[in-house]
């Protein structure tokens, strides 16, 4: 008998992240981290689960949740083996199924939904053989890679043969990349101190035991009041001394010329990057931005929707950093594409993270991409934030800064069953016990 | 006692065009045409309700329905004439509110679905106001229509000091535009001989009867074989002779290189327009398309998800012709936003149609684009697909080549009584007694 895929089941997951104003920023004053959950069963006498989520901030959970059942009949009573050998195959199928396309096409609910789904998929593929989602991709041939990629509307900026002229350039030293990457993980940076519900005593207190804790940069939200931003800014200057560099983060706040003033306001702190200084659409805008404000660098990424618009940005020169998100595109194919495009055009990518379980999946790409595509940390950092990791079966382990590259099998994506249970929406008892808002 | 909006009802309305090849193009082969639909009541005594609508091509709309389904809370409850009163308040609080913008932001099934619930807002306003909805637009003040607007992401641009410049340069002539659009209606132009299902003497066949109807442009879809486009062209150009103006349309087929290459295949044809060269998203792959290809222009935006793509379209000279849709952008605000910027570029807008009820509702924006944006019709056509139609209560008119304006209070989207019953889907009549695909 050919073991199958035998269920697609959904969860509505959140935190009531809002009474803390953890996560608050100028443009998310009160979130409520959520995960659309999907959890993929077989009917493998291994028992293996395939655990994937949409992160969201609270209302909506229920849309992306519904989109990501939607996606059933495109997995459930597939083969398992032929499935998982072929998810570039799989990915195609439900990106450009023709009807659903139009929800997009390629964008918004529909395209995270298959995120969920996709990134399920490889926790599956992952468990199944036994190796963490990094190792597993890292161990892959360059042509098994590029066969994973769609490079429809990336022709212009990176060809097949162009990919794997770049995957076998990184193919020497991954052993010992690998050892290093065991040994000493990978560097990460810390937003824990810079949320814009916090006040100043808290701020100062946190930036200097980030620097204690080891990392080498850090992150404030911006972009409420200028005043704020250049107190706040001094304070956290002072705290964390001349060489921790400091990243600003705006979350889409400003228009373009407002962007310009508002950074060049900052720019006696020293910052490294301003994150998300205008609309995620607006490339145009990021690279006008860029050419203003330089040597103060542009990032952007984590709402970008999809490899067309990352590509823009880096044919324009419109950002230094490339922040790609493990959830909003499709999931672990597009992020291939968009680490190849980064490579192609020399631009390191430092993730974004935090949310529920972003910053467990992220560490996967970013230790792929050392391992086997950019072959480089330089210049490279994954945002780490301090949140709900504790709700993992295997969360992140940050030592002295860096991310401890995770060796269990999978994504690092499954929810404990507990968590399940307590903070499913609306009815379980987290929600049930708290006040509505 | 104050009236009051009571009711958000959702119905996942499917008609199975796929049976017939109707709209069949080089990316979507077997469109079921679908509205997601929604109907807001009142307890006002004159019983009116706002209808509208986003269209989708089938698998899926249960999703946008549930999408529209959870902006009930952003409506129901509210004071019927402060809200029908301050719709750009409205609008502004259900795109940015910090939780549900996650899920764009600004693009994709939630905001399509803030699309359909604005422009039955304004349905609903004009059936109460006795006009129709251009007629009620134009009637406003260059301050109201400003009020509108929600100028986030457009300042480098447009600001609302030039959006009130390029109003009151359209208040003189009204009355005269008035009385002409009323004695001709609006140039309208005709996708129906082109579909790519259509066998050559049935495309030869609707070529000729468009141009006996009083057509002089009609379009082709493109994109599936290249030799196919050159014989479908020569059989078209043939039929329509040299006057007639033949648009074609590859519907994102193709990638840069290609669409180059293949436009100019087909250049000897004289195509006026090429429409939806590559992806939606990608500007500045447009811009370099229409660089190369020109006399030939670039026409597109039915898939472009919010007014920030349109600006960097306008501003890169990527489009002749901005293509608005009804339905995807946030519905009647934003589609001013888009008009107004468009009269500030001075890009003719030549609205995306056809599916279920876009014709309906785009013939009003073009006519109030007429009235008191752009004050010209000059080398302006709104799409015209004959499908449909018959479900609506005010179906559109088209009187030798023209859209008739409509003079049904309202913004033409209700749908028929029956055709709610009958086409629900899966368990309507029509979808019980249809084998399953």
Redesign the interface.
């Known amino acids: 008998m050919t073991a199958r895929i035998t269920s697609l089941r959904t969860y509505d997951i959140r935190f009531p992240t809002s009474q803390e104003l953890d996560g608050s920023d100028a443009?998310?004053?009160?979130?409520?981290y959520s995960a659309a959950y999907v959890i993929i069963g077989t009917d493998h006498p291994d028992r293996h689960e395939g655990h994937g989520f949409a992160f969201?901030?609270?209302?909506?959970n229920?849309?992306?949740t519904?989109?990501i059942s939607?996606l059933e009949p495109y997995v459930v009573g597939r083969p398992l083996q032929a499935t998982l050998d072929d998810l570039g195959g799989v990915w195609r199928e439900m990106v450009h199924?023709?009807?659903?396309?139009?929800?997009?096409?390629?964008?918004?609910?529909?395209?995270?939904a298959i995120s969920a789904v996709v990134n399920a998929l490889w926790d599956l593929r992952a468990k199944r053989a036994g190796k963490p989602v990094w190792k597993l991709l890292a161990d892959l041939t360059p042509e098994e890679l590029v066969d994973l990629v769609d490079f429809?509307?990336?022709?212009?900026a990176l060809t097949p043969g162009e990919a794997l002229d770049i995957l076998r350039r990184a193919e020497p030293g991954k052993v010992e990349r690998e050892a290093y990457l065991l040994d000493h993980g990978y560097p990460g940076y810390t937003t824990t101190p810079g949320w814009l519900g916090y006040d100043d005593a808290k701020l100062a207190r946190l930036c200097k035991e980030a620097v204690a804790d080891g990392f080498t940069q850090i992150k404030l939200k911006v972009g409420a009041d200028v005043a704020d931003d250049v107190r706040r800014l001094a304070i956290a200057r002072e705290a964390v001394g001349p060489t921790v560099r400091i990243a600003v983060d705006a979350n889409?706040r400003w228009?373009?010329?407002?962007a310009i003033a508002w950074v060049r306001e900052l720019a006696r702190f020293d910052p490294w990057w301003v994150e998300e200084p205008?609309?995620?659409?607006?490339?145009?805008?990021h690279a006008?931005i860029a050419r203003a404000i330089s040597p103060v660098r542009v990032a952007t990424g984590e709402?970008v929707?999809?490899r067309?618009?990352f590509?823009?940005l880096l044919?324009?020169g419109a950002i230094s950093y490339l922040q790609l998100d493990a959830a909003r595109v499709a999931g672990v194919n597009e992020n291939v594409a968009i680490l190849l495009l980064a490579a192609k055009f020399g631009v390191p990518v430092c993730p974004h993270a935090g949310g529920v379980g972003l910053c467990e999946l992220v560490q996967h790409l970013s230790m792929f991409d050392y391992m086997a595509v950019s072959g480089s940390m330089e210049n490279r950092v994954i945002e780490f934030v301090d949140h709900l990791h504790e709700h993992f079966v295997h969360p992140v382990v940050i030592r002295n800064g860096n991310y401890v590259a995770p060796t269990s099998p999978g994504f690092s994506a499954t929810l404990r069953r507990r968590t399940l249970v307590d903070y499913a929406y609306p009815d379980g008892p987290v929600w049930t016990e708290v006040p509505a808002a």
Do not use: C, F
């Open positions: 443009m998310n004053p009160d979130p409520d969201t901030i609270g209302r909506g229920d849309i992306q519904t989109a939607a199924d023709s009807q659903l396309r139009w929800l997009g096409p390629e964008k918004g609910v529909m395209h995270m429809r509307y990336l022709s212009d889409q228009d373009v010329g407002q205008t609309s995620p659409d607006d490339v145009l805008g006008t709402h929707q999809n067309v618009v590509k823009q044919q324009s």
